[in-house]
């Protein structure tokens, strides 16, 4: 006898589970049950729907991202005392370690003129993406229940997940600006572009995150192994030292240094630290620094990880939370 089996419409939801037996066809075999949902209109729930039906799909959960992802920032740091304070606390706590280092003891701050307000912007915005990243990693592999409790395209996860660092980040931003606002800096039209410079930003991290949320879902081992990727990729995006400085170290190495400059991480930091500080345009200029490229590249790291990165995610759909 067969068993029975869950059934759904085109659209995915549930609607019938058969438990009748196989009909028989006109020449006296039994006919399949899969052969008799389809003859029916009827698909299994759990299958991978056309990537332009699932971005649809998506696009119709953005309620249930926004109210997820609100809900996940509301109840982090509840056990703690202070609270949503540790979002704030952390990337301060991390500039003031950064700086007695790398500031004080290696002098890292040689060409820059206001370092403080330069070491804060590079690190509150990669702190964005690292948390992005880390977060998307874990986005399905620790929401199984919820994905083998309720039908709903998976990659609402990683993408509720980067908006909570959205959340975090904006909050942030309030004490990013007091800080340079403090050290001399002046409100300027100048400061607008960080708007499209965090948009695009997010369509990195988005991208790059539902990679990892895949990678994440079928190899926990890459947890452990992201903060370590992480921290180097740190220091290699110019966000503790100022990536002009080595210009003249790697004059045999053009191409490294050209590298540098394209590396996503850099691009964005440069971005916002080149539409924040006025101080900081003045030392690139004083040096005939330059990159008229900063701004395509952000464009295409953007676009390219999140078709790249949806892609992927979504070859994989009918296999997330599979015991």
Known sequence: MSHPERLSTSGGEPVATIAEPPRLNG????????????????????????????????????????????????SMY????????????????NVGVYYLIFGVLLNTKRG????????????????????????????????????????????????AYVIVELQQLLISMVVLFGIIFAF????????????????????????LSLALARVGAFT?????????????????????FFLPSLAHRLEQHHWLLELLKANPGSVYVELARTSLLASYRDDLHRIHWGDDHLWWYAIFWAVAAMIVGFWYFQRAEERYGRG
Not at 184 to 207: D, H, K, W, Y
């Open 220 to 240: 926990p081992d890459v947890q452990q192994l992201l903060p370590f990727i992480m921290r180097t990729w740190l220091y290699a995006s110019g966000v503790i």
């Open 112 to 159: 820059v003129t206001d370092f403080m307000p330069f070491l804060v912007t590079g690190v509150f915005i990669f702190t964005f993406t690292q948390r992005s990243l880390q977060a998307g990693a874990k986005s399905v592999s620790a929401n199984l229940s919820l994905i083998r409790a309720l039908h709903f395209p998976r990659a609402s996860l990683p993408f």
């Open 184 to 207: 001399g800096e002046r409100p300027s039209l100048q400061m607008l572009l960080i708007v499209p410079m965090l948009a695009l930003q997010l369509c990195f991290n988005m991208g």
């Open 78 to 93: 509840t056990s703690s005392r202070l609270g949503q304070v540790w979002q704030v606390l952390t990337p301060l706590l």
């Open 27 to 74: 020449s006296g075999s039994s006919e399949s049950l899969a052969t008799f949902a389809a003859r029916h209109g009827l698909t299994q729930s759990s299958a991978r729907p056309p990537l332009r039906q699932y971005v649809q799909d998506v696009w119709n959960r953005r309620n249930f991202i926004w109210s997820f992802a609100s809900a996940k920032t509301s």
